[in-house]
């Protein structure tokens, strides 16, 4: 029977040794933590946002998206929550088409995984950090404390992005040492750092937002949602779907009264010290009240449009994702190595993100049902 190693046990590992042993496979998971899934259990705030029913491809970022578009169509929000269905539960989307399961506890669905694993006897090694991945007439993958050999290799041990849950980017030299590459890396749905001046005393105002972002007086991303003060920036929903699109250098501007128009802000506001009560939370009134330094006309515009310049991210220990991995160029339709058949990939450490909303979880199941087709 054809052996299989599946390196990572996170969401893509996970759906690649269960669709594999379905297949009748051998499959051994080798996972450097001490239990599986540890990032999938952390999703969506705990809630575990696993796809979104708006699934297509210009929710993606890659060095090759017709590529990345084929697989993903072959993989509809539909399939994945029939396939997460596959082991139990319910999924049922939001208003937003977030799909979550219907008990809106990500760590059951790890669990769904877990039960299923038992079920198809898939025999998992925790505590197992691949250091060495080499080929003789087979694989010989060799972890802290011992080795396995497999006719085929699944690498699936992520990106670089929340090394708190095991990718600290370390796994990618298990594919450069068979000549991968790897295209920039930057951490993306994380925080945005502004511009300190700009957001000092405003920590910890929450507001429901317009949120636009220009390059060059251009709009290159534009939503709505929730918009959080922070130390050194931005964060909050909206924020973490414009980080896929923001750049430093780029502005953020905050329509603070989305639902009411300049005109109905011309009757509202008032003159003043307490010019924008009941408008604007007042830790933020205050700021635009001494901006607009008495200018009503400045401070409406200032109320419709927020312009704060972005310095840059909070970096990968904060960031939800990674942009960029092994290039789409180096590998087959079935994300088999093009240097090293029987060497698969699935998963974020491939060079595809997602925005946020359950793309990046689809990403994961869609890569590994790919990679469970190519190998069945
Ligand atoms: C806090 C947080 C919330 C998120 N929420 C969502 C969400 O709601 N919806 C969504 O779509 N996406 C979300 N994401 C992103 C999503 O979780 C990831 O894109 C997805 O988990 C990637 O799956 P993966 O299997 O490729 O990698 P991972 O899930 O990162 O799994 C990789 C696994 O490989 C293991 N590993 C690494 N190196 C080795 C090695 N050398 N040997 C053995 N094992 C190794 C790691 O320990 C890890 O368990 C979130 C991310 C974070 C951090």
């Excluded at 006897?121 to 087979?138: C, E, M, N, P």
């Amino acid at each position: 029977m054809m052996k299989i190693a599946v390196i990572g046990g996170g969401a893509a590992g996970l759906a690649c040794a269960v669709l594999l042993a379905r297949a009748g496979r051998e499959v051994v998971i080798l996972e450097r933590g001490e239990r599986l899934g540890k990032k999938l259990s952390a999703t969506g705030n705990g809630q575990g946002n696993v796809t979104n029913v708006h699934m297509d491809a210009t929710h993606y970022f890659s060095d090759d998206r017709e590529r990345a578009a084929r697989v993903l169509a072959r993989c509809s929000a539909q399939d994945a929550v029939r396939f997460l269905e596959s082991m139990g539960g319910i999924f049922l989307p939001d208003a937003r088409g977030r799909v979550y399961p219907a008990g809106r506890q990500a760590s059951a669905v790890t669990d769904l995984f877990r039960r299923e694993l038992e079920r198809l006897h898939v025999r998992v090694l925790t505590g197992a950090q691949v250091l060495k991945i080499s080929y003789g007439s087979r694989f010989r993958v060799q972890y802290a404390g011992g080795e396995e050999c497999a006719d085929a290799v699944v690498l699936a041990a992520g990106g670089r992005a929340a090394k708190q849950f095991g990718t600290d980017g370390s796994a990618y030299s298990l594919a450069e040492a068979f000549g991968h590459t790897l295209t920039p890396l930057s951490p993306v749905l994380v925080q945005l750092r502004c511009d300190p001046a700009a957001v000092r005393g405003l920590k910890g105002i929450r507001v429901d937002a317009g949120l636009n972002v220009l390059r060059g007086g251009k709009r290159v991303f534009s939503c709505r949602g929730d918009v959080l003060f922070t130390e050194s920036g931005l964060s909050g929903d909206a924020v973490f779907r414009a980080s896929s699109y923001a750049e430093k250098g780029d502005t953020v501007c905050l329509d603070l009264v989305p639902d009411a128009d300049k005109t109905r802000l011309s009757c509202a506001v008032g003159e003043g010290e307490g010019a924008l009560l009941c408008i604007a939370p007042n830790g933020l009134a205050r700021r635009l009240e001494r901006l607009a330094d008495g200018d009503r006309a400045r401070l409406i515009a200032l109320l419709k449009a927020f312009p704060l310049t972005v310095t840059g991210t909070l970096g990968f220990d904060y960031a939800q994702a990674t942009r960029g991995g092994i290039p789409l160029a180096e590998v087959t339709d079935g994300f088999m190595s093009a240097y090293r058949p029987g060497l698969y990939f699935a998963g974020e450490i491939l060079n595809v993100d997602g925005e946020c909303g359950g793309y990046n979880l689809h990403w994961a199941w869609a890569s590994a049902h790919a990679v469970a087709e190519a190998l069945r």
